[in-house]
């Protein structure tokens, strides 16, 4: 009986070690969801300036709104809409799993800073 216990947490800990923790895997979302990272335009997450444009002579900034405050209905529907062809943000076709883990990684990532 030792051996067969022995046998397994050998086999657990060889294989243990090629699986991602949940913090890993919500980071990982975050950083490349689908071949677009949500980093790229929200940084970490916070309110801020992507960019500049022009507009009648004058250089309005793009803002890039803070994503950490929001409720889960409405992180949820904005990442399920389809995106009109004006909107820099991309359409993801996310599981209900993957923006579950999304919005936890942002709420988690809030609260260690």
Not at 16 to 30: G, H, R, V
Not at 87 to 100: C, F, G, N, R, V
Request: net charge positive; glycine share 4%.
């Amino acid at each position: 009986m030792k051996i067969i216990f022995f046998l397994l947490f050998l086999f657990y800990s060889i294989w243990a070690a090629d699986f991602i923790s949940p913090k890993e895997y919500q980071e990982s979302l975050y950083q490349n969801p689908r071949g677009i990272s949500c980093a790229k335009c929200h940084g970490d997450g916070n309110k801020q300036i992507l960019g500049y444009y022009t507009k009648n002579g004058e250089k309005i900034p793009f803002v890039v709104p803070n994503i950490k405050n929001i409720d889960y209905t409405r992180f949820k529907n904005i990442l399920n809409q389809p995106q009109e062809s004006k909107s820099i943000m991309p359409t993801y076709s996310l599981t209900e799993q993957e923006i579950k883990s999304l919005y936890n990684y942002l709420k988690t990532t809030k609260k260690e800073k």
